[in-house]
């Protein structure tokens, strides 16, 4: 089984569309994470949850909204997609802090 | 704030080749520290992690000394291999209950026959 599960894998989009990447994990984790990888590989968070709170909500533009239904769920929705926004999106995951922090596959967004 | 510099790649050996990617940090506190490894088309996985000074972390034959006087966690191992070509990212966790990991920007490994 898969801990830390992200859909769709690829998104290829236009300009202006609004988008969601879903995220599950099975670890019974507290706490999950979106990361954002940009072309040069670097990774950035956007947000955090713990518990179904939001505890980390770094500098994002407002059309991204993360939602979490329960604390093994963390969707991100996105809206009005801009050029900018093709990335790699990494869900993660971790328990106790500081811990090991778990990552989905990635979900590759491409805005065109 | 807190930081995390590892060298600039691309990195090319030649497969048996001894491997040594640097990475220093700077943090208050009492961080802990990771290496993780993303392959080619996969999100990452910890590869090892060190929480105290002192402490070595190992796992596939890759090995990384929490060295608190030079803030340093470099990453080593003897003899790479083909299969170990892949990104590494060296990351702190500030503890004091943060919840963030603060990676750097990865050094691109290639091994080659």
């Known amino acids: 089984d898969t801990a830390v599960s992200q859909t769709p894998k690829y998104l290829v989009t236009q300009m202006g569309n609004d988008k969601s990447i879903k995220c599950e994990q099975n670890?019974?984790?507290?706490?999950m994470y979106w990361y954002k990888q940009d072309s040069k590989k670097f990774l950035k968070i956007m947000f955090s949850y713990n518990n179904k709170e939001l505890i980390i909500n770094e500098t994002v533009p407002n059309r991204f909204s993360p939602k979490s239904p329960d604390k093994a769920h963390l969707n991100l929705h996105i809206n009005s997609l801009e050029l900018g926004d093709s990335a790699v999106y990494f869900c993660a995951s971790s328990q106790e802090v500081p811990s090991t922090i778990y990552f989905g596959e990635g979900s590759w967004l491409t805005v065109v | 704030g807190n930081s995390v510099t590892q060298m600039e790649g691309p990195v090319t050996l030649s497969e048996e080749a001894f491997l040594t990617i640097n990475c220093t940090y700077t943090?208050?506190?009492?961080?802990?520290l990771f290496w993780y490894v993303q392959y080619p088309g996969e999100g990452l996985q910890l590869l090892l992690k060190?929480?105290?000074?002192?402490d070595k972390g190992s796992n596939k034959g890759f090995e990384a000394t929490y060295r608190k006087e030079t803030t340093s966690f470099h990453l080593e191992k003897g003899s790479v291999q083909v299969s170990d070509s892949a990104v590494y990212f060296c990351?702190?966790?500030?503890?004091?209950?943060?919840?963030?990991?603060?990676f750097g920007k990865g050094t691109k490994l290639s091994v080659i026959p």
């Open positions: 990351a702190l966790n500030s503890g004091a209950g943060s919840y963030q990991l603060t």
């Open positions: 943090a208050t506190g009492y961080p802990s």
């Open positions: 060190a929480t105290k000074a002192d």
């Open positions: 670890l019974g984790h507290d706490t």
